[in-house]
């Protein structure tokens, strides 16, 4: 079992901008960024299909945050724009090392992930 090792996150103010990123080593067909407080449950917020680039996002961050992979680095990175306090999370990193990515019926499925970071923190404030 090989861990992702996510980085990037901290506080910023409502409107700003951050950065995460995932290395991971080891092959992986889909890597997704998820994040959870506390009480609540895990929920997808990006995926991508490593190789042909498909990426897939959940309602919550269309049209705010972008992932992206480096294939060179073996990392997968999500720039988040548009920041609000309801982002303020803890986000994890994860890859399916198979096919399909996540579930046939939910991509962003945290249940059909296989490997799991130890999360970073991200703190929006208005």
């Known amino acids: 079992q090989v861990q992702p090792v996510e980085s990037g996150g901290g506080s910023v103010q409502a409107g700003g901008s951050l950065k995460l990123s995932c290395a991971a080593s080891?092959?992986?067909?889909?890597m997704a960024w998820f994040r959870q407080v506390p009480g609540k449950e895990r929920e997808g917020v990006a995926a991508?299909?490593?190789?042909?680039?498909?990426?897939y996002y959940s309602d919550s961050v269309k049209g705010r945050f972008v992932i992206s992979e480096d294939n060179a680095s073996n990392t997968v990175s999500l720039q988040m724009m548009s920041l609000q306090p309801e982002d303020t999370a803890m986000y994890y990193c994860?890859?399916?090392?198979?096919?399909?990515?996540?579930?046939?019926?939910?991509?962003?499925?945290?249940?059909?992930?296989?490997?799991w970071g130890q999360g970073t923190q991200v703190t929006v404030s208005s």
């Open positions: 994860a890859t399916d090392k198979s096919p399909p990515c996540g579930s046939w019926d939910d991509t962003l499925d945290p249940n059909e992930y296989d490997d």
């Open positions: 991508i299909y490593r190789l042909v680039g498909r990426t």
């Open positions: 080891g092959s992986a067909y889909c």
